[in-house]
């Protein structure tokens, strides 16, 4: 381990101190921030030359970004457990039989979720929720049900306190999806996120129908092409976090990002850019991503030690690594204005046109580049649009057009996510909130959604306008909540503060209303 | 750009705008594609500017702040390219005809269309009166037929659809509007008379091809509840229709019959609840 300055330690004495006497954080917040703090006094990476001045640096130049991971990850970013194999085997560590009727299954998975650890220590992936219950609900009336649901539901929303967690439904109707829709739709929580996987040859217009109408009154669930990504990962894909498509029983080390815009200021034009700028920070990121892998493989232990791993309900070589991005509105209009250019991403097909080149020589550079621990996803990384964090400004996430620059047109913007979407298998999205004065006919959406995904659109969210629940970038939050911490009070749940920031610096509430 | 010149085989309608993504004129996402030129004069009618077609006078084309507008033998000529869509020409025409109108083939109309599949399951056809040009409706109707596109119509029912049977074997339904079921309160409300839009309800709906009607409910004009329920009781034996109950409002309607006040809702679920015990079912109010 290399050794670090006293100056340096002091500064991080000053930080925990700071997070131990803080008004607005909850006493698990408090923890695990401080756990971040003490991690940052590690050095035993052994970093790539070059990587130093593109990450370590201010958010208006910084090239690369590690999202907190921290200088020793302790366990993969995220983690995808296989729910399934723990409702037919139970756990020997967690000393669990077999659920045998609902009201076990409910409070087995209740339990599992506060072992399945992430980067937020909040588990990422929830389960297929409906296929997991709906065999244990034959013969419980619909009553009973709905209230067992209930009870499952505020239970996640008031102990997971991350909306970066997700679960799934679909692609097949079941009475559970129907009855898990339905308690969503009454609750109005912001945990967990929800998607539901959309084929419609697989899912009825009836369920979807009704995914819709429950998404316009509490934000989720969002649909995710399930044709698209069955392709790509398998049958056993699951949507995790924000929306990231990754393999079950899998999960992903890490995820890094490029932040476009701030490598195009290091560029002269976009030859440059092209040729040899964004060449080289993918070269030190992706270098950077490989000793992260290999340290969480190697060294951590993690797979190792850890029952899911132990047990089975993982498996590390079904992990990958996630290849992030964000800012390409930024890094467009930037390049076109240095080429004496003012046309702008999102309004222009000579601008789109320049970024679906970067996107192709990013996916280049992926399709080179190997890692030994990735096979599963034939030893390369996943691309990913990465939704942003609080502290961006002027930092658009992913391929999106920014917030107040989006075409008149639905139609337009629509064809726009068309050119992107493609590229990123580990996840990128959109979101569309809907003035429901307007639109009081569900199947207009459901008719966008199945021309969206004819047209290898990836994954769509709408939000009513007038919601208390609504999506920030990626994740679910309460303007009420958000309100609540403005003024100054703790919050139950860690992503409100994610919120809060993006609201003020990324202009959430200004996106256009469809 | 079109021309009402244009020498062309293929019928001709003036087109006054095309939305893109409709929620509201049928069921799921449609194009909406509104005509310009109405036989009726209803006194609450929201698009007044539709009614009147331009008779090229040319006092538009200097209000005009973006020259959108210019005058080329005789004739209007609209640019929607430069339109910045601020209603002047609307504002000062003595005539109650807008100006922004392009006059359009099937063909031409149909690119706009296509534009949208896959997003789209259908067309509707409104107005002004859309059914005063039944050639360019065939023509457009075939063409998205062969898209795989449903196809509306939303008439005032004026039109004698029983004449035209080609017409409707490429047009999945009418949407009606039953403006009055008693012939003199529809003389006050559009300034016409109702017997053929009576007997078309029940021709369209005898054919299956009556897919809604709809009453604007103003009832300080016309007895709304005696409308609803007369006009369910005449399609009774046609059920399941959609009955859509349409609040007034007062937006974009003419200065001197902007007065009139909309009815409460608990007034609407009354007339819903009178279709619903002669046993309509699917009734939406707006």
Sequence with gaps: ???????????????????????????????????????????????????????????????????????????????????????????????????????????????????????????????????????????????????????????????????????????VETRAGRLILEVESELEQAVPNITLKYDPDLTSDDFALKAVQTSLHSAKPSFANHRMFRSELGEDYVIASCYNGLKLGGGSYTLCRLILGNIAKRSSGITDFLENQ??????????????????????????????????????????????????????????????????????????????????????AFNEKHTNPYCQITSGHFLLHAQVGIAQDQGVTPGTRIPIGEEPEELLDHLKHCARFHKYF????????????????????????????????????????????????????????EIAKLRSGSAVLQDTTALGLGATNNGHIEERKIR | MSDVLKDSREPLAPVNKIIRFSSVDGPGNRTAIFLQGCNFDCRYCHNPETR??????????????????????????????????????????????????????????????????????????SGGECTLYPEYLQGLFTLCKE??????????????????????????????????????????????????????????????????????????????RKTVLQTGILLKPYLPIRYKLISYRPFGVREQYSHYTAPSDLFLQECADALREIGWTDILIL
């Design chain 1, 278 to 363: 964004l060449p080289y920070v993918m070269d030190i990121m992706a270098r950077y991503m490989d000793e992260r892998i290999r340290f969480e493989v190697e060294e951590s232990g993690f797979f190792q030690n850890n029952f899911l791993a132990k047990e089975g309900f993982i498996h590390q070589d079904r992990f990958t690594a996630m290849f992030g991005m964000v800012g390409m509105a930024e890094c467009v209009d930037l390049l076109m204005k240095k080429e004496g250019k003012s046309c702008r991403y999102g309004q222009n097909s000579e601008a789109d046109d320049l970024g679906v080149k970067i996107m192709d020589a990013i996916y």
């Design chain 2, 52 to 125: 009147a077609l331009c008779n090229n006078c040319g006092l538009c084309v200097e209000k005009c702040p973006v020259s959108a507008l210019s005058m080329t033998d005789g004739r209007i000529l609209y640019n929607p390219a430069l339109c910045i869509l601020c209603d002047t020409c609307i504002h000062v025409c003595p005539n109650d005809a807008s100006p922004r109108i392009l006059w359009q083939t099937p063909s031409e109309t149909f690119q706009e269309i296509r534009k949208q599949i896959p997003y789209i399951r259908g067309i509707t056809v």
């Design chain 1, 425 to 480: 298998p580990s996840g990128t999205g959109d979101i569309f909130p809907i003035d429901t004065t307007v639109h009081k006919n569900p199947e207009f959406l459901l008719d966008i959604i199945k021309g969206a995904f004819r047209e290898n659109l990836r994954y769509l969210s709408f939000y009513a306008s007038d919601s208390d629940v609504i999506r920030i970038t990626g994740y679910l939050v309460k303007r009420s």
């Design chain 2, 147 to 224: 898209a795989g596109l449903t196809t509306l119509i939303d008439s005032n029912g004026t039109f004698d659809f029983a004449s035209t049977p080609e017409l409707l074997t490429v047009t999945d339904g009418v949407m009606l509007d039953i403006k009055a079921y008693d012939a003199c309160e529809h003389q006050t409300v559009t300034g016409c008379d109702n017997t053929q839009v009576l007997k078309m309800a029940v021709f369209l709906a005898s054919v299956g091809k009556l897919t809604e009607v709809r009453t604007v409910a103003v009832p300080e004009l016309f007895d709304v």
């Design chain 1, 1 to 171: 381990m290399r050794e670090i300055t006293m100056e340096h330690v002091n500064q991080i004495r000053k930080d925990i101190l700071e997070t131990i006497k803080s008004p607005v954080l909850t006493h698990e917040q408090k923890v695990a921030t401080m756990a971040g703090e003490a991690d940052s006094l590690l050095e035993v990476l052994d970093l790539p030359e070059g990587l130093d001045e593109l990450l370590n640096r201010p958010i208006d130049t910084q090239c690369i970004c590690d999202l907190f991971e921290g200088h020793a990850p302790v366990r993969p970013r995220y983690i995808i457990p296989d729910y399934a194999k723990f409702m037919k085997e139970g756990s020997r560590f967690l000393q669990l039989d077999p659920p045998q009727d609902i009201y076990e299954a409910i409070n087995s998975l209740l339990i599992f979720y506060k072992h399945v650890p992430s980067i937020t220590n909040f588990p990422v992936y929830l389960g297929s929720l409906d296929e997991l219950l709906d065999p244990f609900l034959e013969g419980v009336d619909d009553v009973t049900a709905k209230k067992l649901l209930k009870l499952f539901f505020i239970h996640i929303d008031r102990t997971v306190l991350d909306s970066f967690s997700h679960a799934n439904l679909g692609p």
